[in-house]
């Protein structure tokens, strides 16, 4: 089976009728959760997320950051909505979202221009 099917497959058990998450969203390193089920929306964005580690790696701005793009995220309007989140540093116009409890991360991305939109990304966080 190829990425696209199997994403689009996991998805759909993620997503209830109203295009909410039906799932707790949670940290994958410590299980902590993130988001409570229907409290964000999917949305296709394509944003680039250095590569997962601990906070003190995040703020760095070295020319060449390893990373990935991802399309599938969780959104979200406010931040009062989480359960559970940390910001980095400023790195430019953007803050990563981590885990508040172990500094994984990145796990999503805020750009400081849009004070309303706050995108965890569905591979980098687990459903329960």
């Known amino acids: 089976m190829d990425q696209e099917s199997k994403e689009s497959t996991d998805q759909s ?3 209830s009728d109203d295009g909410k998450n039906s799932k707790s969203v949670l940290c994958q390193r410590c ?3 993130v988001l409570c ?3 964000a929306v999917l949305a296709e964005k394509e944003l680039f997320l250095p590569s997962m580690r ?5 703020s760095s701005t ?3 950051v390893d990373g990935d793009t991802l ?3 969780w959104f979200v309007d406010d931040m009062y909505t989480f359960e559970n ?3 980095t540093n400023d790195v430019g116009r953007i803050k990563y979202l981590i885990c508040a409890d172990c500094e994984i991360g990145p796990i999503g991305w805020h750009c400081l221009d849009d004070k309303k939109s706050f995108y965890i990304a569905l591979d980098r966080v687990n459903h329960a």
Request: hydrophobic share 30%.
């Open 71 to 73: 399309t599938a995220h």
């Open 85 to 87: 989140v940390g910001f």
């Open 54 to 58: 601990k906070k003190s790696g995040l």
């Open 62 to 64: 070295e020319a060449s």
């Open 31 to 33: 299980g902590s959760k």
């Open 13 to 15: 058990s993620l997503v």
């Open 37 to 39: 089920p229907g409290t």
